[in-house]
């Protein structure tokens, strides 16, 4: 699991600057807004943390690594 991890990071590292940022709004910010559509619409309370964690587990253990 480690490995599919890392090389994600590595790919969303290397991408030029604004396919990085349309990445960061597409994907990891347009599902901040279904978690919190989820979470104050349809009353699941869980959305967000468990987005939270997700998003936590895939970024920052690469990012402990790389700049430890």
């Known amino acids: 699991m480690r490995n ?14 604004i396919k990085r940022d349309l990445f960061f709004l597409i994907f990891i910010f347009g599902s901040l807004l279904v978690a919190q559509f989820l ?24 990012m402990a690594k790389k700049y430890k």
């Open 39 to 62: 979470m104050y619409v349809k009353d699941c309370y869980w959305s967000v943390p468990v987005w939270m964690v997700f998003w936590t587990l895939w970024r920052l253990p690469y």
């Open 4 to 17: 599919p991890i890392k090389q994600s990071n590595e790919w969303y590292d290397k991408l030029p600057e």
